[in-house]
Structure formats: C-alpha cells, structure tokens
C-alpha cells in the first residue's frame, strides 16, 4: 500500500505541517511513493485542491481527503451568505457572525454597510488569494462612529461587523478555540467533531464572571500562565505571535470557575460545526455526483476557528483546511489525535485494493473542424442517457427507485439502509475520541438546516433514525459536563502530550 502527498511547494524541505501525516501513514504500514500515477492514498496540502477531471479518474480504492467543492466551506467569504441565511431562520440559536464582506469585489456594498451601523464596531483583516490573513499584518478595529480605512484596490482584505456587542473579548481574539471536524460522507451525510481542542490566550483574558486574568504577565521576563499551578503548565510561553496554547479539557475548568456552562459552549460548537457543513451539502454532493464514481473515495477534515465574547458565547470567526504545523505539545497532541482517528474511522488501512491506472494526463484538444456524419455519431440520443453515462452509483440509484412500483422498491431501499447503517455503525466503533455530529436521533431539530438535504440515500437514513437501535447511544447523551472517554482535567494535558508523541513516533 502506498500514499502520496501533494504540495504546492517545489522544494526538497518537508514541510512541517506534514510530519504528522507522514508519521501516521508509515505507522499504519504505507510506503511513500513519488508516482503520481500510482497510490493508494493521497494526501492533499491545506493549498492544494484537484480538478474534477482527476477526479473523474479516480477508481474505488483509491482514497483523497479532500471533497470536490469542499473548499466552499474553507474560504471564509463563502460561508457566509449561507450562514446569514441560517441566521435568519434560527435567530440567534446559532453562533455565526452575520456580516462579511470581501474587498475590493464588495467596495460598494462594504462602505453603503458601514453608513447604515456606524455604531457598531466591525474589523479589517488583510487576507491574501486563499483567504488567510496576510503574515506580518494585525486587524483592524474601527471603532463606533469611525469610516473604515481607505485600502488600495489591489490590496484583499475581510470587513467583519462584530454581533451587537461593544466588548468582544475577541475584539483582540483573546479566547479563541479551533476545533477540528471530519466528513466522512455527504451522500448521506456524516460529521464528526473531535471532543478535544486547542485553545489560543492573548494577555490578558478577562473572564467578566470571575473577574480573574487568566493570561500571562506581559512584565515577567518568562511570562507565565496564570490560573493554573506552575506544575501543570505545559506551554506556559507564548508563541510568535504573543498566544499561549492550553487545551479545551482546561478551558473547561476556567469556565467552570468563572460560573459559565462550558457544556452550553460545547454545544454551541457542535451545532456551528453542523450548520456550516450543511452550507455546502448540496454543492458537494452534485459535484460528487458529477465527477466521482465511488461515494466512499473522498473524506476531509476542517478546523474551525472559534472565539468567546463576554458572556462566554462561541462565535464561528474562519472555517479552514486543518494546518497540521505544531510548536507545541498541545497542538502535538490534538491534531495528531484528530488526524490519526479520522485516518482510522474511514478505515485507513492496508490492504485496500487499487485498480492499475494510466498517469494524470490533459485530454488532447478537440479539432476545430468536424465532419456533420462524425458530430452526428458523437452525439448522445437523449439527454438521458448523456446523463447516465456520467451517472454515479447515487444517481443511478435514485434513477432506478424513482421508477419502481412500491413492492419491488421497499426491498431495495432495506438492502440500502443496511449497507448505509452498517458503514456508520463500523465509523461509530473506530471513532475515537470523535463524537458524531450527524446522523442523531433527534434530526427534526435540524429540519430547517436540513431542507436541502434531500436525495433518496439521505432519506433512507434519516427515517431509519427513530427505530434503530443503532443510535441508542447517540451523541446527544454526550451533552453532560463529563463525557464518556474525555480525560479528567487534572491529567488531561499530561496524557495528551504524550499520546500525541506515541502516535508520531510509531507508539
């Protein structure tokens, strides 16, 4: 068995957002290969994206983590007409910021905005072609009142209003949280989010409920976390970028002292998490559709980067690929674990078969003249076979059912919701520390979010939800403060370092 991974870079150097995977891959068995031509596995760089007409020649087997269209999701202007949409049907049940604009495409849009909530604060962060934050560049905060900063027109920057609140701890991110997230399937949909995080710390967090700083004093020569014994402190030294990194099994108890449910906060995430992939259900799903043969080829995992305001609220700020670079035993030991889990819940494992392919190649160009006899047998009869022969297995299916009487179709949608159940009972047993997010017992909650999932897969699930006992131990009941598998505070960080650096180095 061999994977591949692919990277935007041409140079020698591994990057160091890559180890992990290379660790995990060699653990589990797989050879590196450098034919593009040949893997069993491909990895693809958080830059890196394939043409659907890779897609297309992809055979069952081979493995990509990376959803055609799955980079809707990961650029942060995307999301958010989705989002704002959402926002407008749930009120403010989900925890998204309801404006974003891009500039200079939405110059006009953006000032017009401003005029109409001058007193509202909102920020400029300069981004570049991907959408992340140009290094070296910190955002600005336009105070009530103040006209947004003039920006030259080839310069790319993210407007964001901050809700209606004045003290956004995060109006600094002082708190920020970036879980991590899994997809499994979108057809039918399957999401999974990992019950541990990292947690990033600005000087100083304020807590308002207890009114205790737990940041670090910017005075102290080696500046040093505060709320925590000197015995516990993992990382207590701040970053390039003036962060101290702490785990969400921490955060947990800071909340607690502070008189904050850290367990509404969780579930707030979760429920964030869920809405932002709905987003893009369907755009995922007819390209899958479209252009990949096999439902089980593609999975990916995202990071979703959330920050707390005054009242310990969670407000979803970036939706990214996962950037796997770690300088810290935290991030060592999270993203290891998330990566390795997801690895092993799509069933990562040798001895998959692969089919023998021709390389990658561009489809020769067609000739400008062609003959009326030859255009004519190029030709499809029908649109609806034209449609059939770029039909997946999931079309196909729902092609056929559409056209069966109900005696023949109830026992292939049986076999269907079977097979479909089964997958997700063996995802279930290999999860981890992953709680599954969707499919739930109690899906009516999410009938407005789920208005677009339509598509007969899907349907075969979420009416089966009810009656099987599958899901008696669904990850509603993970709602409590304790959940079943998550590490006690005391010994969560120690455990995680250390499981984070067994999983690198082969256990």
Not at 139 to 167: E, M, N, W
Not at 314 to 329: F, G, K, N, T, Y
Request: glycine share 6%; aromatic share 8%.
């Amino acid at each position: 068995m061999t994977y591949r991974i692919e990277r935007s870079s041409s140079s020698g150097a591994q990057p160091p957002d890559l180890r992990i995977v290379h660790a995990l891959f060699q653990q589990q068995g797989f050879a590196q290969t450098s034919d593009p031509s040949s893997w069993h596995c491909l990895w693809l760089a958080p830059s890196v994206r394939l043409r659907l007409k890779q897609y297309r020649q992809l055979v069952p087997g081979q493995r990509v983590n990376r959803f055609p269209g799955g980079h809707l999701l990961a650029s942060r202007w995307q999301w958010v007409p989705t989002s704002t949409r959402l926002a407008q049907v749930h009120g403010d049940k989900y925890a998204l910021l309801p404006a974003m604009f891009r500039h200079p495409e939405q110059a006009d849009a953006i000032h017009l905005y401003r005029q109409q909530h001058l007193d509202q604060y909102m920020t400029v962060e300069l981004v570049d072609d991907n959408g992340d934050v140009v290094e070296g560049t910190a955002s600005t905060i336009v105070q009530p009142g103040q006209p947004l900063p003039r920006l030259k027109r080839t310069q790319r920057a993210v407007i964001t209003r901050y809700i209606d609140k004045h003290k956004l701890v995060l109006g600094r991110r002082m708190v920020e949280i970036v879980a991590m997230a899994s997809v499994t399937s979108f057809d039918p949909l399957r999401v999974w989010l990992y019950n541990e995080a990292v947690v990033y710390l600005r000087a100083p967090v304020h807590i308002p409920a207890s009114g205790v700083d737990y940041g670090f004093a910017s005075a102290d020569q080696k500046p040093r976390v505060w709320g925590l014994d000197d015995d516990t402190d993992v990382d207590p030294v701040p970053d390039a970028s003036g962060r101290v990194h702490r785990s969400w099994t921490w955060l947990q108890g800071v909340l607690r002292e502070a008189g904050h449910d850290h367990g509404a906060v969780w579930r707030r995430i979760r429920e964030s998490v869920l809405q932002a992939v709905t987003g893009i259900q369907p755009d995922v799903k007819r390209l899958m559709r479209l252009c990949v043969h096999d439902r089980q080829t593609c999975y990916e995992m995202f990071q979703f980067n959330f920050v707390l305001d005054d009242r310990a609220r969670p407000w979803l700020v970036r939706v990214s690929a996962p950037d796997l670079r770690c300088i810290s035993p935290i991030q060592l030991a999270v993203y290891s674990g998330a990566v390795a889990d997801s690895l092993n819940m799509i069933r990562m494992r040798p001895g998959q078969p692969v089919v023998p392919r021709t390389k990658w190649v561009t489809p020769p160009s067609r000739p400008k003249r062609i003959s009326a006899a030859l255009r004519r047998r190029r030709r499809s009869p029908s649109p609806i076979k034209r449609h059939a022969n770029m039909a997946t297995p999931s079309d196909m299916f729902d092609a056929q059912v559409e056209t069966l009487s109900p005696e023949e179709r109830d026992p292939m949608l049986q076999e269907m919701r079977d097979a479909i159940l089964k997958e997700i009972d063996e995802e279930n047993d290999r999860r981890g520390r992953f709680e599954r997010l969707f499919p739930c017992t109690d899906a009516s909650k999410y009938a407005d979010m789920l208005s677009d999932l339509d598509g007969t897969l899907q349907q075969v699930v979420l009416t089966q939800l009810g009656s099987s006992n599958l899901y008696d131990s669904s990850v509603d009941s993970q709602d409590s403060d304790t959940e079943t598998g998550r590490k006690t505070e005391g010994q969560g960080a120690a455990q995680n370092e250390d499981a984070g650096r067994n999983r690198v180095r082969g256990g």
